[in-house]
């Protein structure tokens, strides 16, 4: 298999079943890591040709690899490279662009000067298993991307608005539950559950301000916790309850967002407020 082009991956979202028979897409919304990697040794070896022929002179192998990759006469090296999804240190998903014209975006992935705090998020559809040829023999599932963009961890926190109410060490607050979503156990953001997880720790800022405003009363993030909405019919819509013990009195209280996850792109369909158990 040549690349990871729109062309490896004509089944991504669905699933093996009879011609014909209607499937539904398997979104993800993940936060990770980004790897390039040289899927044979004819590409890698191809990629020093492309370095012998550039100036990079003084520049360290990752701003070599941007710098080569990031030229247009060299676009075809990107399209022939593997784009590896890490989360949690294990390698995920295996990327390519749905639209041939996003290739950029996965070269803009390559930061000059990489940190331990900067991640990834891919929104897109997962296909089947790769084939052995498509990246080494890697075995994980192919994921056609329609976005993604990247940041890291002291940005995401700094944007945060801080509430009148919160706790005086409002980035410690928000650095643990950002920290408590991403270690949910196996959460690679393709169920609904992890995408709407994902998407309230990137998008919706209020979960922050909750956890700081809880931790000026004595109380700590308890549980979170991902439901079925009663709203649930045609469209998919899941209740994100957040669970907030007094270290005093061991009162719990809970709030909870509504997101609805019935497409690619997660969306609010409730702000947070109080949740009462039925």
Known sequence: MDGLTAQSCPSCGTANVPSGAPVAPAYIYSIGRIEPRFPRPSIEKEFAQAIARSDTKGLTDRKAL????????????????CWVMCIGGLDTYILFPRDPSDLHLLVETMRANPGGRDLD????????????????????????FDQIYSFDRDGLID????????????????????????????????????????????????????????????????????????????????????????????????SFVRVDVSEEFPYLVAKLSPYYDR
């Open 66 to 81: 941007h710098s080569v990759l990031s030229k247009p006469e060299n676009r075809y090296l990107v399209r022939q490279m």
């Open 121 to 144: 998020v891919v929104i897109g559809v997962k296909g089947p298993m790769a084939p052995a040829d498509l990246c080494n023999g890697l075995m994980v599932p192919v994921v056609g």
């Open 159 to 254: 944007a945060i608005p801080k509430a009148e109410r919160a706790a005086k060490d409002f980035r410690a607050v928000a650095e643990e539950l950002f920290d408590r979503i991403m270690q949910i156990t196996d959460n690679a953001g393709s169920s609904d559950e992890h995408r709407a997880l994902n998407y309230l720790a990137l998008r919706y800022h209020a979960v922050y301000a909750r956890a700081a405003e809880a931790l000026a009363q004595n109380s700590s993030l308890s549980a979170v916790e991902v439901k079925p909405s009663p709203l649930s019919g045609v469209r998919k819509i899941v209740d994100v309850v957040f669970s907030y013990t007094n270290r005093t009195t061991d009162v719990t209280e809970k």
